[in-house]
C-alpha cells in the first residue's frame, strides 16, 4: 500500500557530503514521523534522525551538526544531508516512515521501510 524507495548512497572521502532521499508513494491518506536509520553488519539497526509532520526535528549526539533531516510533504519525501562524513559513517541507510494508507476508516498508522542504501565513507 505504501512503499519506500531510496537513492543517493554511494562511495565518498572522508570529509565529503552525501545526499540520501526516500519517496513514499502508493495510497497514502497522511505521513507522521519520518526517519533515517543505519545498521552496520553485526550490529543493531540504530536510529540516526527523525523529523515530524510539523518538521521537529532530532539528531543522535554523533551527526549532531554535521547532518540535517528535511521533508517535502507534496513530494511525501524525506532527505538526509550529509556533511562531514567519517568512516564511522559507513553503513547501510534506511528510511522509516509512519504512514497511514487510504483505506477509508479508521485510520491506521504503519511503519514501513525502504530497501536501504550503502553509504561508504572511505578514510
Known amino acids: 500500500q505504501v512503499q519506500l524507495v531510496e537513492s543517493g548512497g554511494g562511495l565518498v572521502q572522508s570529509g565529503g557530503s552525501l545526499r540520501l532521499s526516500c519517496a513514499a508513494s502508493g495510497s497514502i491518506f497522511r505521513i507522521n514521523d519520518m526517519r533515517w536509520y543505519r545498521q552496520v553488519p553485526g550490529n543493531e539497526r540504530d536510529l540516526v534522525a527523525s523529523i515530524t509532520s510539523g518538521s521537529s526535528t532530532y539528531y543522535v549526539d554523533t551527526v549532531l551538526g554535521r547532518f540535517t533531516i528535511s521533508r517535502d510533504n507534496g513530494k511525501n519525501t524525506v532527505y538526509l544531508q550529509m556533511n562531514s562524513l567519517k568512516p564511522e559513517d559507513t553503513a547501510v541507510y534506511y528510511c522509516?516512515?509512519?504512514?497511514?494508507?487510504?483505506?477509508?476508516?479508521?485510520?491506521?498508522?504503519?511503519?514501513?521501510w525502504g530497501q536501504g542504501t550503502q553509504v561508504t565513507v572511505s578514510s
Open positions: 522509516n516512515v509512519v504512514a497511514a494508507p487510504a483505506t477509508g476508516m479508521p485510520v491506521v498508522f504503519y511503519e514501513y
